[in-house]
């Protein structure tokens, strides 16, 4: 592998042939063709062409009169439904969705010129809103319809008067929780959940910002409930419990009591011990014990000894659940990771630890040999 | 370059060679695909298929495939005044695309053309992307604001090919891409956001051109990174999530960055690209049995290369 740094354009270094590649994640129905199954390739008649090249013909003359019309700053609602039918063809032109951007601007200065009636552009606003649902439906991947959604609710915020704009924001829990039943791993719309509770809590009294964080973390559970695979709604419950426990200024003790709550729950979903999120989330919770995270945690002031205390608790319950699932690598990977942070905290590894560890690491190798390189790299360290 | 799928589709799992002169008609003959409605409808994605289709010619040791005058002539119509590029003539400037373009001339050695014909010159360019830096070090993708650790990395990239890092506040930079580092030592979106294996790359990279690996759990994140690799041989990008071949990249290039590409199986995941590709028409796809396309093609080109599949130029990881 090559030694890169800043200033050096990798295409100068005579082994690499290639630069440095670049990022672009789309994973919508049109291309990248994330998920499309193959089908046979058919040579088309001529019928089948020419009807292909009609419908090019049609998509193109869409697109040069939507763009002469802006170029020309026609910036009507006729434009507006241009622009909406073109979109609605390809939701990816992201062009489209700022020529959008100008013609409603536009339409707003002129809605509101008069005598401070924001009615129009509420009107405006909302039905803009609408015709993305349909999109968002379809495409709930694509980056450019929850982007320009988001622009669309900033100006609401800067327009309307707080109470319209207010309620805006508010019924947009509903719809992101509608795509969220419909895909529960849709990071996109985890991201757009966390920006809608984020602006609510602006918008609202502390009280109010108190009461949605309880509301989204219940939210969370929900999630889990129905799918205990769901590490986006595992992650988003960490950083619930830390907001929560933050805004009530909750104590040590508080704070602990939380802990041993969420590690008897995540004990009793550990009946299915081969599923990795679940793993993942313990994970999260014993970094409280490791004293270069545990700022980073829901409790950041336990003691060493306490530390300790709950990190052999830990291994302990781990190690019964091996009964039965001998064969399942997380569990070594658990008892090796946190033996490893008991020594740490206790500053060395006694030589009854490094025998376990020795003796789990190779049941690890025979069990996980895909990441073999890992745990022969892990026992070099011993 | 067209960014159709298809025609081809993935072979299956008898595949074990890599089928390169497939792979180069494959990508040559994209844009000859103007008969088709899909063509068109992907011409948001032109200059960024321009890249992964000349990235792979030059992986597959094809450099010369693609024209180089009329590639500098596209890649230079998509340039608007702000100095940024949009997607083809005519679409608005963005950071994606204008990543896209400074890749590109740097892969052909092309960035002097900036000077001679570009609108203003490198600078120009350079300031297009600092002006999109916000006050916390994170970028915006244009005008119109949306933030993402993918902007961040894409201008870090672009600024140290063209040599013009100074125009932006590293330090900031880095403290953003900090700030988005979970428990799990992967790296989310945005602050606050579930780790996900494309931003872990954009992060990491990020990282590496601004040389402060140092920053990095490396040992955690490479945990969470080799946790990716599922029984298929392929990688996922999330927790409890299906392979696709993209991520062979994504995963791989930030194993290699932190040293730990060692830590997976090598040769279950070549396998597994392999079986993404057509061995008839050329191509990748995401999954075997899935339709091919020139994303797909590239990313899977560039992540064998990573692991140093024979027959491929070596592909640096950043």
């Known amino acids: 592998m090559c030694i890169f740094s800043p200033e050096v354009s990798t295409h100068h270094i005579p082994h690499i042939g290639v630069q440095h590649t670049y990022v672009l994640f789309t994973a919508s129905s049109k291309m ?166 984020e602006t609510l809590k602006e918008l609202g009294t502390t009280e109010a910002a108190k009461g949605m964080t309880q509301t989204e973390f219940e939210y969370a559970k929900k999630m889990i409930g129905a799918n205990l695979s769901n590490f986006s709604a595992w992650h988003y419950r960490t950083k619930l419990i830390q907001s929560l426990l933050d805004e009530q200024s909750a104590t040590d003790d508080e704070r602990r009591k939380v802990l041993d709550d969420e590690l008897s729950l995540i004990h009793q979903a550990f009946i299915d011990p081969y599923d990795q999120s679940l793993w993942f989330y313990h994970q999260n919770l014993m970094g409280a014990f490791d004293p270069a995270m545990a700022q980073r945690t829901m409790t950041p002031h336990l003691s060493s000894s306490e530390r300790l205390e709950y990190i052999r608790s830990e291994i302990e319950e781990i190690q019964e659940m091996l009964d039965g699932a001998e064969d399942c690598k997380y569990i070594y990977q658990a008892l090796i990771e946190y033996t490893l942070l008991a020594s740490k905290v206790e500053g060395s590894l006694s030589t009854e630890d490094r025998e376990q560890i020795l003796s789990w690491l190779s049941e690890l190798k025979k069990l996980d040999p895909l990441r073999r390189e890992r745990w022969i790299d892990l026992e070099k360290t011993l | 370059m067209a960014l159709v799928s298809g025609p081809g589709r993935a072979g299956g799992p008898a595949d074990t060679q890599l089928h390169t002169l497939k792979h180069v008609t494959y990508v040559k003959n994209l844009d000859t695909r103007k008969d088709e409605l899909e063509y068109w409808l992907t011409e948001h994605l032109r200059l960024n298929g321009v890249y992964w289709g000349l990235t792979a010619l030059f992986l597959l040791g094809h450099p010369d495939a693609l024209p180089r005058d009329e590639t500098v002539n596209f890649v230079l119509s998509c340039q608007s005044d702000s100095g940024g590029f949009g997607a083809a003539p005519g679409h608005d400037a963005h950071m994606l695309y204008t990543v896209s373009a400074v890749q590109i001339l740097a892969t052909i050695d092309a960035i002097d053309e900036l000077e001679k014909r570009g609108r203003g010159g490198k600078e120009k360019v350079g300031s297009f992307i600092a002006n999109l830096q916000n006050e916390d070090g994170s970028f915006m993708g244009d005008q119109w604001g949306e933030t993402d650790t993918r902007f961040l990395y894409g201008a870090l990239n672009a600024l140290s090919l063209l040599r013009l890092m100074h125009l932006v506040d590293v330090p900031k930079a880095v403290t953003y891409v900090q700030s988005c580092e979970n428990l799990d030592g992967a790296y989310g979106i945005r602050p606050g956001t579930e780790s996900h294996a494309g931003q872990v790359f954009t992060c990491i990279g990020a990282l590496a051109i601004a040389g402060r690996l140092d920053l990095v759990n490396k040992d955690r994140l490479g945990a969470w990174l080799s946790e990716r690799q599922i029984e298929s041989g392929g990688f996922n990008g999330r927790p409890e999530k299906l392979a696709d071949a993209c991520y062979t990249w994504w995963v791989g290039s930030s194993l290699a960055m932190i040293d730990r590409l060692h830590w997976i199986d090598g040769k279950k995941l070549s396998a597994f690209v392999l079986q993404c590709q057509d061995p008839d028409a050329g191509g990748f796809a995401d999954r075997p049995g899935n339709m091919v396309d020139v994303y797909h093609t590239h990313f899977s080109l560039a992540g064998l290369s990573l692991l140093k599949f024979d027959g491929l130029e070596e592909i640096d990881p950043i």
């Open chain 1, 32 to 197: 990248p063709s994330h998920g499309v199954p193959r089908y046979k390739p058919v040579e088309k008649s001529a019928e089948a062409r020419k009807q292909e090249q009609q419908k090019i013909d049609t998509y193109r003359d869409l697109e040069r009169l939507v763009s002469t019309k802006v170029t020309e700053h026609e910036y009507t609602l006729d434009t507006l439904n241009r622009i909406s039918e073109l979109l609605s063809k390809n939701p990816e032109y992201y062009t489209a969705w700022n020529y959008r951007r100008r013609v409603l601007r536009y339409q707003f200065s002129q809605a509101g010129d008069s005598d401070g009636d924001t009615g129009p552009i509420l009107q405006l606003i909302s039905s803009d809103l609408q015709f993305l649902i349909p999109l968002l439906k379809s495409f709930p991947k694509c980056y450019w319809i929850w982007n320009y959604r988001l622009w669309l609710l900033d100006e609401a915020r800067r327009l309307l008067p707080f109470e319209e704009a207010q309620q805006m924001w508010q019924q947009e829990l509903a719809l992101v929780g509608k795509m969220l039943t419909l895909d529960s791993r849709n990071f996109h719309g985890w991201g757009y959940r966390r920006f809608v509770v």
